[in-house]
């Protein structure tokens, strides 16, 4: 590894120190689980440790009610530690991002403890719904990141993954709007806004047979009517369209806007289309890919090869939109589920196991690892910094 033996032996220290409040906060989080754009009490558990350990705390960062950044130090290399705490409507912490939020706190003491010497500052931002919501997003486009030199967090899985490919996303609710009658007296005189779901469902159906590789749909019916005996005026639907990167997104939206308004010009609806902002897939950096992998090789942590990474599934992230517009790094980190995947609940149960404090505990001795190589390096270092100060000039100049 390209880090002294000193640095690395504090940080672990530092690490081992934190330990019991370390996976208190993972398991606090984990207990009272709260959605996107919700998570107060959250927020409030992550900043207040950090504010206790001597950070220096702005809450509402971005506008955002349940975002915040924590600083210390004033080296001109910003390491940026994302923490996720919103947890999955009905499903709780079944993604894991307790542990996400207290590796990134770990991972911000032991900077802290090293900060001088590595001549860094430690800036942990608390980024909300990312999930669903796209938090990252907004804190992005309020300037929130641009103070950061490099972004980082470890995100848990069934399995270790240095440099997972998130998807592209944008989600797409549509509305069809049509005319109440009765279902058997008078059904001529109904405009049936079931059908015209009906009819967008199938066309996306259909058409999955030219989709391009890596593009995805999947949907719900959020309101399909109300009563039998009354035709359908008015339905919905949520869909999530995924896509290898942002320009095949694009293509796949159109098609997909295409089915939603061939559902309501063949039954004679009305429609709309809302969205939200549109995730970017996800581009790493290859050094702190590499720093991170010697980081965790250290530690012992059961990798797969480069070449399964390339292979692996994944889902999708608004840390895709931070990677594309600075330094990023987000791995993966196993922590023995069981057999069981995100967004299930015997993930959510995973979460809070033994395994799982490892796994959050050896996720932030990498994360700072991984930092302090990138402080170490000259020539990554310079790099860093360079990209950082052409970012803040381009930002000047746009503002």
């Known amino acids: 590894m390209r880090i002294s ?33 919700q998570e107060h009490r959250s927020a409030a558990k992550v900043s207040g440790l950090l504010r206790d350990e001597g950070f220096e705390i702005e809450p509402g960062a971005g506008g955002l009610e349940t975002a915040f950044t924590a600083r210390y130090g004033s080296g001109p290399l910003t390491v940026g530690l994302c923490a996720e705490y919103d947890a999955l409507p009905g499903l709780g912490h079944a993604c894991g ?34 999930e669903m919501g796209g938090g990252k997003i907004t804190m992005l486009e309020a300037g929130v990141f641009d103070d950061v030199s490099m972004a980082m967090l470890v995100h848990p899985a069934p399995e270790d993954n240095c440099a997972p490919r998130p998807l592209a996303l944008i989600e797409l609710e549509v509305r069809y709007t049509g005319k ?62 995924r896509a290898a990167d942002m320009e095949s997104l694009e293509r796949l939206e159109a098609r997909i806007r295409a089915c939603f308004e061939g559902g309501a010009v063949a039954t004679g609806c009305t429609h709309e289309v ?68 995100n967004h299930q609940p015997e993930f959510a149960e995973a979460c809070v196991t033994p395994a799982a404090d490892r796994a959050l505990l050896h996720g932030a001795v990498a994360l700072a690892w991984t930092a302090a190589q990138a402080a170490e390096d000259d020539q990554a270092r310079e790099r860093l910094l360079a990209a950082h100060r052409a970012r803040r000039a381009a930002a000047r100049a746009s503002g």
Do not use: W
């Not at 207290?102 to 991972?107: H, R, T």
């Not at 950096?285 to 990798?303: H, I, K, N, Q, S």
């Not at 070449?307 to 990023?328: I, K, Q, Y």
């Open 274 to 341: 809302l969205s939200t902002p549109a995730y970017a897939e996800l581009a790493h950096d290859p050094f702190l890919v590499e720093a991170y992998r010697a980081a965790a090789t250290e530690l012992g942590r059961p990798l797969v090869s480069p070449e399964e990474e390339r292979t692996m599934p994944t889902g999708s992230t608004d840390m895709g939109n931070v990677s594309r517009a600075l330094p990023s790094v987000h791995p993966s980190i196993g922590i023995d589920s069981g057999g069981a995947v």
């Open 97 to 130: 991002h307790n542990i996400i939020a207290a590796s990134s706190v770990g991972a911000a003491l032991a900077l802290r403890d090293v900060a001088d010497e590595l001549g860094i500052t430690v800036m942990v931002l608390g980024t909300p719904a990312e």
């Open 5 to 37: 033996s000193r640095t690395m032996h504090h940080c672990r220290e530092s690490v081992d120190r934190a330990e019991k409040k370390l996976i208190a906060l993972s398991r606090s989080i984990h207990a009272e689980p709260e959605i996107g754009f």
């Open 180 to 241: 109440e009658s009765h279902s058997a007296l008078a059904p001529h005189l109904g405009v049936n806004a079931a059908d015209a779901l009906t009819v967008a469902e199938v066309a996306v159906g259909v058409g999955r047979q030219h989709f391009e590789p890596r593009q995805q749909v999947h949907g719900i019916v959020t309101r399909g009517g109300d009563v039998p005996n009354v035709v359908p005026a008015r339905t919905r639907a949520l869909y999530n369209l």
